[in-house]
């Protein structure tokens, strides 16, 4: 299983950016998709999730800029987007995308705080960069 972000770029403040996320090689839907940051020096921090039914959830934030897709399967390729509105520089961060795919299937809760026991691929993420 791969897990691919990819729309990383540098911006300035307020523009936008829509990242995608590209989970590869998992026959079956599996369960969520999770958005997360971290910024060099401090704890990853969950950022947007989306499951299998389309239910979301964000971070404080997010909500009101940020949109995450609903989970789009292709036979081994799921996809998922978040479309990143209104941005500032304490958006700066590199982004991760991770997925729950086996197992029992977790709460939206444990998906977006990326709880070890319900994340299954993690990617190696990308970089947003927003300038003032």
């Known amino acids: 299983v791969y897990v691919t972000e990819t729309g990383g770029d540098s911006v300035q403040a307020g523009g936008s950016l829509r990242l995608s996320c590209q989970v590869s090689?998992?026959?079956?839907?599996?369960?969520?998709i999770a958005w997360f940051r971290q910024v060099e020096g401090k704890a990853r921090e969950g950022v947007a999730a989306?499951?299998?039914?389309?239910?979301?959830?964000?971070?404080e934030s997010a909500k009101g800029r940020f949109t995450i897709t609903p989970i789009a399967h292709d036979g081994a390729e799921k996809t998922t987007s978040l479309q990143m509105n209104d941005l500032t520089v304490n958006d700066t961060a590199k982004y991760i995308c991770?997925?729950?795919?086996?197992?029992?299937?977790?709460?939206?809760?444990?998906?977006?705080?990326?709880?070890?026991?319900?994340?299954?691929?993690w990617g190696q993420g990308t970089l947003v960069t927003v300038s003032s």
């Open positions: 991770a997925a729950s795919l086996v197992g029992m299937r977790p709460t939206l809760g444990d998906c977006y705080s990326g709880a070890a026991h319900a994340m299954d691929a």
């Open positions: 989306v499951d299998i039914d389309g239910r979301t959830t964000y971070s």
């Open positions: 090689g998992f026959q079956l839907s599996g369960y969520c």
